[in-house]
């Protein structure tokens, strides 16, 4: 497994395993297009993959102007292996070697990504309008 700064060129890849998910999936494919990708991990923060045998298996992008965490997906076939949680450390160290500002995000309740953010250390603060849990991490905490 090879994790790296993700590209412009690895955005077909990482939109392919936003669409494998089972969790957190997108009504419609066209509300996260490309450029939004690029935006965000060429000017709002960056983002990572991991890859598997040249191909893209997971992604994060942490959003440093908005504190938050803005992507963090694994393809299926490839969870329970490692790759999340270290997705998640790339990001996380990279965001706080950036700032010492708390960082959130949101996650639907009941997930397996509730659970995974919830063993990383992230506190539940509330909830956001759509229904989302709402989570925090300091960098206190991450320290």
Known sequence: MNFREAELAD???MQVVRHLVKENTLSDPNLV????????????????VAESEGKVVGFAIVDLEDKSVWALFVDPVHAEK?????????????YFSQTNDAIVLGTAPNTRAEKFYTLQGWKEIGSYSNGETKFEMKFEVWA
């Open 33 to 48: 297009p490309d450029k939004d990708v690029a935006y965000y991990i060429t000017v709002k923060g960056k983002g990572w």
């Open 11 to 13: 955005i077909a890849q």
């Open 82 to 94: 490692g790759i999340g949680k270290e997705l998640h450390r790339l990001m996380m160290d990279w």
